[in-house]
């Protein structure tokens, strides 16, 4: 009888052997899509951002010429608590980004006077675009990111100064600093100075413009629209459409010009540009 029994177990089991091939199978396509993963996995980076409402782990990509290339895994906060900091991966063939030289911006929707940009991430969300160093150089991990669907960098090749005013008005970052109309800076950074009792606006002037920047340059808030009221004669000027509504700033050195202003000199910022300055008309060799 158990000899019996016996046999009609090793029966079943024998016929109901292709049942473990399920899992068997499962359990082998599992090892090689995870070992498949691993080869195309490449290094880990982190880019920290002063702002990460925008990143999603798990979803924002890391993009080259619209071809993904990584993409953020987790956000942390950074230790000093003044940064948030997207830990990403770049797949295998993108290894060569994770050097010196290579930016990271936040490509978000934007809208401005020079027309309307980054519209594809209202639907697929942001994404992470990027600008490679130099191939072959020093490897690098860690990276500092920009906000804003550019990738020209508006403090490369220039040379910075501060400006010190009691009311910031309607000057603010990303403003244009310009000599004769023409633009030869941006407004970078707004802070407050140590006591509080002022504000400090950080300048970025291009480098070929920085000869018109003298010990004795004055620097002013520009509205944009101006107007001179007479009894017999009046005149009314008007900036360019991006200073009448966001404002900016505007310069002119008086004869005789002082010596070149070196990087970081400090200047008071004036509320109303000086008494006759148009007749300004410094040599600034």
Do not use: C
């Not at 049942?19 to 090689?32: K, N, Q």
């Not at 802070?191 to 018109?212: A, F, P």
């Amino acid at each position: 009888m158990t000899e019996t029994v016996t046999k009609q177990k090793l029966k079943s089991l024998r016929a109901g052997w292709y049942i473990w091939l399920f899992p068997a199978f499962a359990i082998a396509i599992s090892v090689w899509l995870f070992w498949d993963y691993w080869q195309q996995r490449g290094p880990h980076i982190k880019i920290s951002f002063e702002d990460g409402s925008q990143i999603q782990p798990g979803k924002t990509q890391i993009r080259y010429r619209g071809v993904t290339i990584g993409d953020v895994q987790k956000v942390t906060i950074s230790e000093d608590k003044k940064d948030v900091i997207a830990h990403a991966i770049l797949q295998k063939h993108a290894e060569e980004f994770a050097v010196a030289g290579t930016r990271f911006w936040l490509v978000t929707p934007k809208v401005s006077l020079q027309g309307v940009s980054g519209l594809e991430t209202l639907i697929e969300g942001a994404y992470i675009s990027v600008d490679p160093g130099k191939i072959g150089g020093e490897l690098k991990t860690e990276f500092k990111g920009k906000e804003g669907g550019e990738s020209k960098d508006p403090l490369e090749d220039t040379s910075t100064y501060q400006l010190e005013t009691n009311d910031l008005g309607s000057v603010s970052a990303g403003d244009s600093v310009t000599f004769r109309g023409m633009k030869i800076g941006t407004v970078t950074k707004e802070t407050l100075s140590k006591t509080g009792q002022t504000v400090l606006l950080q300048i970025n002037i291009l480098n070929h413009y920085v000869r018109v920047i003298r010990t004795n340059t004055v620097f002013w808030r520009s509205s944009g629209i101006s107007a001179k009221l007479g009894l017999f004669k009046s005149e009314l000027k008007i900036d360019a459409l991006d200073t009448v509504l966001r404002g900016g700033i505007e310069l002119a050195t008086p004869s005789p010009a002082g010596e070149i202003a070196k990087a970081q000199a400090k200047f008071p910022l004036q509320a109303d540009p000086p008494k006759e300055y148009e007749k300004w008309n410094t040599v600034l060799e």
